[in-house]
Structures are given as C-alpha cells and as structure tokens.
C-alpha cells in the first residue's frame, strides 16, 4: 500500500479535530423527506383520501399537484407515497411506487426505460422506437396484478422537451391493461403548464388537483427549527440563524428549498471556518456566496451572443465610460464580431438579450428620452467587473472573447 501524504493526513486532522457543527446535514437537503411536515396536513390529507383507493383494491385518480418551486410537493408526494407503499406490503395487490425527476429524465425514451428497469426489464440506453419501449412496459405491467403509481416531478420539462407524447400514452394506459393498474401524479412549478399541454392529457392528468402556496414566514421558520433540531448538534446555532433564513426565503416566494440550502450552507462556513458556532453572519455570508454562485451558472449557460452584449458592456465600463448607452453597447458589439467571427445580430435582437441580462439581474438600465431623436436606455453592471471577467473571458470554453480580452473599443480612442 502506498505511504500517505503527511501533508495531506494533517489537513485530514486538522477538520477532524475542528469543532463539529452537523449531526446529519442530509437533514437539509432538499431531497430529505422527514417523517412529519409542518403546515401541510390538509395536502396529506387529501392525497392520502385519494390514494387509499391503493388499498382496497382500486384504482387511484391521477393527481396534478402544481405551485411554486419550494411549496412542498414533492415533499408531500413522496411521504404519503411512501406510506401507502407501506401498507400495502404483504397485501394480494402488489403496489409498485416509481418516482421520476423529469428534469434529469426528459425525454419519451428515457421515461419508458426507467419505468421498464422498475419492473426488471431490460431497454438499451439508446437504439429501439419508442413505441417499442412502450410496448415492453405495458406488457411487463400487465404481467401481473400490480398496481404501480407513478410521481412525474417537474412534468412541464418532459413536456417543454419531448412534447405529449408520453404523458399522454400514461394517462391513456388504463385502457390497454387487462391485470394490472396504473395512476400517475403529475408535478409542477410552472403555473403556467396547464394551459400548454393537451386539453386531452390535462383532463388525464388533473382527475384530482391539489395547489400549494407559498411558506409564509412563520411557516419557514417551523420547517427551518424542525430540520436543524435534526442537522445540528445542540447549541451551535443561535436562534436568530432560524429567524434570519426565514425571513430571506419568504421575501424569495416562500421558497422551502432555499431557506433549508441557505441554513446548511451558513453551518457549512461555519465548519470551514473552524468555529463551534453558526451565527447570522455566516447568514449573510452564505447568501452572498449563493447569488454569486447561481450568477456564475446563469453566465456560463448564456449563449455566446448573450455573452458578446454583455462583454461589450464590461468593455465600455472598465475603459472608463461613464455612461453607456444602447447605441454604444451595439457599435462596440458589432466590433467584436469582425474580430472573433461572429454573426453579428439586428440592435432589436440585441435589446432582447439586454432584456435578458436586466431580468436576471446582471446589469441594470434606465429608459432616456432623447426628444425628437427618440429613446434609448443608459445601462451599467449590477454585479463586480471582475466576475464578468472571470466568467465570460478567463472560462469561456470557445475561446473567442479571450481574443478581446483587452480591447478597447474605437469610440473611446484618443
């Protein structure tokens, strides 16, 4: 066996001998589905009346579950699921619970072969029709007496993707089996789904619809208190941490999932920072490092039109213009195309993708009037020069804006 690094073993004792913050930090994952959950039992309820049909023999109604991102729908899916599983072990019914994140699994193939692999048959990852595939799980369904319900989270990314197609043959699949049984619930964020799907799939899908608003503060701070009782080791938060995390995520839609990743992130720091306490500093800090991180992701996914505009931008701003407007971001963009090769895009298209970078927060912009002339907008960065650089120049994988890296535009020449 190799002999061990000493250096790296004393980095090994020196976080294992730091003070420890977390008893179980998968308590705040947004994954974790704990055994109770605050402010939700008229939803138990409900999903529980339709689901015990389960067992007794019968068919459950499709179920459409729909509000905001962190509102507590999967949450509240899975756990009454789960429960029903329970149950109906060592019934005559076997029940077979498949949950599915349609974000990670949005197309028709990859659905069908997941639901085939959860009843142990076997599908290529690529290379049969898809109908095929359909064919192999409906067959393999209907083998037995089994009853197998169906959680399709985030269901408008399968349908944003790969259109009806599916979702429809699922909703439809009652009709086809002879011995077996199934019933989907459907769930989604985007309260707009419904009027995009099929009027077809929608009256398959929302036999039974359940909304969930929003966490109010207060319910935050309930769901914020139970988890950390579960994550942390006593006395090493102080209470206003619970407070603190609460009120950020009710001013960010009552979002569950982000106040939980914000307490864990604020123990986290307090971890790496060696301290046997987490206070609202470390709050404060981890909401920071967040926003800087999701910007990060946000500029690294935009395509690399979006990242000429905005680097025009940058461009203008760190060579010294004190006000830059619409006109000035188009000439120093349309520079930078003959430069690197780019198709160089119309000044509306290009106002679309300010738009874009405004929506997100990157830069900010105030509408001018110039009189007879028109209007255009004055505009500046919301976020530090050197994130701008960091990501769009030092990390772009193409290559090209590297080669503008210090270019100064003609209209700010001596």
């Given at each position: 066996?190799?002999?061990?690094?000493?250096?790296?073993?004393?980095?090994?004792?020196?976080?294992?001998?730091?003070?420890?913050?977390?008893?179980?930090?998968?308590?705040?994952?947004?994954?974790?589905?704990?055994?109770?959950?605050?402010?939700?039992?008229?939803?138990?309820?409900?999903?529980?009346?339709?689901?015990?049909?389960?067992?007794?023999?019968?068919?459950?109604?499709?179920?459409?579950?729909?509000?905001?991102?962190?509102?507590?729908?999967?949450?509240?899916?899975?756990?009454?699921?789960?429960?029903?599983?329970?149950?109906?072990?060592?019934?005559?019914?076997?029940?077979?619970?498949?949950?599915?994140?349609?974000?990670?699994?949005?197309?028709?193939?990859?659905?069908?072969?997941?639901?085939?692999?959860?009843?142990?048959?076997?599908?290529?990852?690529?290379?049969?029709?898809?109908?095929?595939?359909?064919?192999?799980?409906?067959?393999?369904?209907?083998?037995?007496?089994?009853?197998?319900?169906?959680?399709?989270?985030?269901?408008?990314?399968?349908?944003?993707?790969?259109?009806?197609?599916?979702?429809?043959?699922?909703?439809r699949m009652k009709v086809d089996l002879e011995r077996a049984r199934v019933s989907l619930i459907g769930i989604t964020n985007d309260l707009r789904f419904k009027s995009q799907i099929d009027p077809r799939v929608l009256s398959s899908l929302s036999e039974e619809e359940l909304f969930f608003a929003p966490y109010k503060a207060?319910?935050?701070?309930?769901?914020?208190?139970?988890?950390?009782?579960?994550?942390?080791?006593?006395?090493v938060y102080d209470y206003g941490v619970i407070t603190l995390c609460a009120a950020i995520g009710a001013r960010e839609h009552g979002d569950a999932r982000r106040a939980l990743h914000l307490l864990k992130v604020s123990g986290e720091l307090a971890e790496t920072q060696k301290l046997n306490k987490v206070t609202e500093d470390?709050?404060?800090?981890?909401?920071?490092?967040?926003?800087?991180?999701?910007?990060?992701?946000?500029?690294?996914?935009?395509?690399?039109?979006?990242?000429?505009?905005?680097?025009?931008?940058?461009?203008?701003?760190?060579?010294?213009?004190?006000?830059?407007?619409?006109?000035?971001?188009?000439?120093?963009?349309?520079?930078?195309?003959?430069?690197?090769?780019?198709?160089?895009?119309?000044?509306?298209?290009?106002?679309?993708?300010?738009?874009?970078?405004?929506?997100?927060?990157?830069?900010?912009?105030?509408?001018?009037?110039?009189?007879?002339?028109?209007?255009?907008?004055?505009?500046?960065?919301?976020?530090?020069?050197?994130?701008?650089?960091?990501?769009?120049?030092?990390?772009?994988?193409?290559?090209?804006?590297?080669?503008?890296?210090?270019?100064?535009?003609?209209?700010?020449?001596?």
């Amino acid at each position: 066996m190799d002999t061990p690094s000493p250096k790296v073993d004393a980095m090994i004792d020196k976080y294992l001998e730091a003070p420890q913050i977390f008893k179980n930090r998968e308590a705040l994952n947004h994954s974790f589905v704990p055994d109770e959950l605050p402010h939700r039992d008229k939803h138990l309820d409900r999903m529980v009346s339709i689901l015990i049909s389960a067992l007794r023999g019968g068919t459950p109604s499709n179920i459409f579950l729909y509000g905001k991102t962190g509102a507590g729908k999967t949450a509240v899916a899975r756990l009454v699921l789960r429960a029903i599983a329970s149950k109906g072990r060592g019934t005559n019914m076997p029940l077979i619970p498949s949950y599915i994140n349609c974000n990670q699994f949005s197309t028709n193939y990859s659905i069908l072969r997941k639901l085939c692999k959860k009843i142990d048959i076997e599908v290529p990852f690529t290379g049969l029709p898809t109908d095929e595939v359909y064919s192999r799980f409906r067959d393999g369904l209907d083998s037995a007496e089994q009853l197998m319900i169906i959680i399709l989270d985030e269901v408008d990314k399968l349908v944003n993707k790969s259109g009806n197609d599916v979702l429809y043959d699922l909703t439809r699949m009652k009709v086809d089996l002879e011995r077996a049984r199934v019933s989907l619930i459907g769930i989604t964020n985007d309260l707009r789904f419904k009027s995009q799907i099929d009027p077809r799939v929608l009256s398959s899908l929302s036999e039974e619809e359940l909304f969930f608003a929003p966490y109010k503060a207060t319910e935050l701070q309930t769901i914020l208190e139970q988890r950390a009782k579960m994550a942390f080791h006593p006395g090493v938060y102080d209470y206003g941490v619970i407070t603190l995390c609460a009120a950020i995520g009710a001013r960010e839609h009552g979002d569950a999932r982000r106040a939980l990743h914000l307490l864990k992130v604020s123990g986290e720091l307090a971890e790496t920072q060696k301290l046997n306490k987490v206070t609202e500093d470390h709050v404060k800090q981890a909401r920071n490092h967040i926003e800087q991180k999701t910007i990060n992701t946000f500029l690294e996914t935009l395509p690399i039109q979006s990242k000429t505009v905005l680097h025009s931008i940058y461009l203008l701003e760190v060579n010294g213009k004190k006000e830059i407007f619409s006109g000035d971001v188009y000439d120093v963009y349309s520079e930078i195309c003959g430069i690197v090769g780019l198709d160089r895009l119309t000044l509306r298209r290009i106002s679309d993708f300010v738009n874009e970078l405004i929506m997100h927060g990157i830069i900010s912009a105030q509408e001018i009037s110039r009189g007879r002339y028109g209007r255009t907008r004055r505009m500046q960065l919301s976020i530090p020069q050197e994130q701008v650089k960091k990501v769009l120049v030092e990390e772009d994988k193409t290559g090209r804006l590297k080669q503008v890296i210090d270019f100064v535009p003609t209209l700010l020449r001596p």
